[in-house]
């Protein structure tokens, strides 16, 4: 049963990694076939680099995903403490309509908001990319934030307050440490679901105007290149590395804890 | 009180300007004429035969990859529930990883193995095996939608399988319940929430897809999310182009209201 076991993990993983193992060994291939490998070359890196088109829509890319999770952070949690003040009845409805966005289809997302961009003539590229990236963010960030607020915070803050702490001050130092682990989880997360949208961006963007996503939806199109695969080798080795990061850490954290 | 209710201004702005005027909008362009007029001819323009036909295939190959997944994915989440707590956290950042990787890449990857000229075809013909026609079928859909939603079938029902009490399982043993029994009436009822939340994060994006089929399919294969993108980005029909996305949420609705039946827990373990 033990092997069975691992035997189907080892066949899922081969599914899984294989496809991703064939771009990263074809990345290095001299020639431009998609199976035969030839000699070892770094050209297709060069090439990728070389690319104005791509080199700005990597600055595109993390521009939005970075200043899209700023904001939705920023609005989500400011909307956790409103939200929080609210009836019980009002506050039910600004939460299933906070859902919307997280249970519709990327494809109705995007055209619903690619219609009202035509609707109110606001002309589409980065502004219109960066609104869309934060509408569908800032449902993450309610949902990560709101369970660090509980009743122990609001008392906390107003002793505070009792003992002439000053408003900001007592935010600062009672309110925010408490709602941190969710403000910082909400903006990850905001963050790679930015940089990893292509549906909405695409439907949202304008003419001149690419991320990453959509300049690779647009070559592919046109015929797959061996710079494609570099690019794939590199994303693929970011995020090995940053997850490698960010388990080590959280381990210390928990061996810390315990 | 930390709490401001004008703190959610900014928050309940957002939500009208970006997710609720935008889909009436949706409505609005689905109900109305070129001429400006009111009509029900972009609703019922789904029972156009292209468009049935389309609408068809989506729901039958959305269908299939996400039994595909499940049946892939639940005994992984079984053996990764009984693994040691050292190798699990292992095995979920092997699942958790290609997530990372821009779906279109790992997409693109696949056209790689199945192409004429590429890997797959390659290694057959080096066994003397004739070329096979892989690329732009249903079939390489179908691969397509397994592989890059797998990840997103496994960990929910990881979530919830890991969390069954192992007492309960040993103490059907003990009562004397067969594999088969304690399967059935305890580890499966126990993991509904988990494979109710898999299959809407499988189902409803293999259903609207438009990327996977049109890089898999090589245009030929139309899907329903094929033909909306179309009378957007090349026929400029807005008006068909919402009236057939109306009734194609309207399919998403309703197998969430379906799906929602068996999870009495109301979908918490969504993420």
């Not at chain 1, 997850?243 to 810390?256: F, P």
């Not at chain 2, 043993?173 to 809407?200: E, F, H, M, N, Q």
């Not at chain 2, 189902?203 to 179309?230: H, R, W």
């Amino acid at each position: 049963m033990k092997r069975l076991g691992k035997i189907y993990i080892l066949i899922i993983m081969l599914f899984l990694y294989l496809p991703i193992l064939t771009l990263m060994v074809l990345s290095f291939n001299e020639a431009k076939s998609m199976a035969v490998f030839t000699r070892f070359s770094l050209h297709w890196y060069a090439e990728l680099f070389q690319s104005k088109l791509m080199l700005g829509a990597i600055v595109n890319t993390f521009s939005i995903a970075i200043l899209a999770a700023l904001i939705a952070t920023i609005v989500g949690t400011m909307a956790v403490l409103g939200i929080d003040a609210m009836k019980p009845r009002t506050e039910n409805v600004l939460l299933a309509a906070n859902n919307i966005p997280m249970l519709n289809a990327d494809i109705v997302t995007g055209i619903a908001l690619m219609l009202f961009f035509l609707m109110i003539g606001v002309p589409r590229g980065y502004c219109t990319i960066l609104f869309s990236h934060a509408t569908f963010c800032i449902p993450y960030v309610i949902l990560s934030v709101r369970p660090r607020l509980n009743k122990n915070t609001d008392k906390l803050y107003e002793a505070a307050l009792d003992l002439g702490a000053s408003e900001k001050y007592a935010f600062r130092k009672i309110v925010l440490p408490e709602l941190w682990p969710g403000i910082s989880s909400g903006f990850l997360l905001s963050f790679t679901m930015s940089v990893d949208d292509f549906i909405i961006t695409y439907f949202t963007r304008g003419a001149g105007i690419n991320t990453i996503s959509t300049l690779i939806y647009s070559e592919v199109k046109i015929g797959i290149r061996p710079s494609l695969f570099a690019l794939s080798t590199i994303i693929f080795v970011v995020a090995l590395v940053t997850l490698i990061i960010v388990n080590y850490k959280q381990n210390k954290a928990d061996k810390m804890a315990a | 009180m930390i709490s401001r209710k004008r703190y959610a201004t900014p928050f309940i702005v957002w939500i009208i300007a970006g997710t609720l005027i935008p889909l009436l909008s949706i409505a609005y362009y689905g109900f109305t004429a070129r001429d400006g007029g009111f009509t029900f001819a972009n609703i019922t323009a789904m029972f156009q035969h292209d468009h049935m036909q389309a609408l068809g295939l989506s729901l039958l190959l959305a269908f299939i990859s996400t039994l595909v997944c499940l049946i892939l994915a639940f005994p992984m989440a079984m053996i990764l529930k009984d693994s040691k707590y050292g190798k699990q956290g292992f095995m979920i950042f092997v699942f958790i990883l290609p997530m990372w990787m821009n779906f279109l890449l790992r997409t693109m990857a696949w056209q790689v193995l199945l192409e004429r000229q590429g890997v797959i075809n390659t290694l057959i013909t080096m066994v003397g095996l004739p070329r096979q026609e892989l690329m732009n079928t249903p079939g390489a859909i179908v691969l397509g939608m397994v592989y890059d939603f797998l990840p997103f079938m496994i960990l929910p029902i990881y979530n919830t399988v890991s969390k069954i009490d192992n007492h309960l399982i040993e103490a059907a043993y003990d009562l004397g319940a067969s594999r088969k029994k304690v399967y059935t009436s305890v580890i499966l009822p126990l993991s509904v929430p988990g494979i109710v939340s898999g299959i809407t994060m499988v189902f409803i994006p293999a259903l609207t897809t438009f990327v996977i089929s049109n890089m898999l399919g090589g245009g030929k294969i139309n899907l329903i999310g094929n033909i909306i993108e179309q009378e957007f980005t090349v026929n400029s029909n807005w008006y068909l182009g919402s009236g057939l996305s109306l009734v194609m949420m309207l399919f998403i609705i309703v197998s969430m209201l379906f799906l929602r039946k068996f999870d009495k827990t109301g979908g918490e373990s969504l993420i």
